[in-house]
């Protein structure tokens, strides 16, 4: 959190399957991946993956649920975020909703409206449904 080139080792872990979506861009609807991606538009639907990360950054904006085992925030949330390892919130976060998390690291000056809820080791895994197959 502390280090600037922390941001590159988190994405370059995903190497291949990092998707972006970029400043100015509008995506309305739910969106379900494998690897990384990084938020610097306006997402208006529900993130989630079973094995990567999510970063919001400072410009990006998301209006629903995000659900990765990796979560990064710098920009805007409002809706429940469920990060089952790791939730990293930067000074400029902004989150209306609750954070549910396995480790959280939190930068003075980030802003929440809602509850943290500590998950137990048991209640870690995200499972991604069964309906949904990655591998096509």
Sequence with gaps: MWSKDKSKTDLQRFSGK???I???AELCGDLRFQGAVQIDGRM???VQTGDGMVRVSVEG???GEIRAPHIVIDGEVIGDVHASEHLELGARA???GNLYYGLMEMAM???IEGRLCHLKDGQRPL???ESLDLAQ
């Design 18 to 20: 990092t998707s972006l």
């Design 22 to 24: 970029a400043t100015g």
């Design 44 to 46: 208006n639907g529900n």
């Design 61 to 63: 904006q998301v209006e």
């Design 94 to 96: 902004r989150v209306r």
């Design 109 to 111: 000056g980030a802003q």
């Design 127 to 129: 499972e991604l449904p």
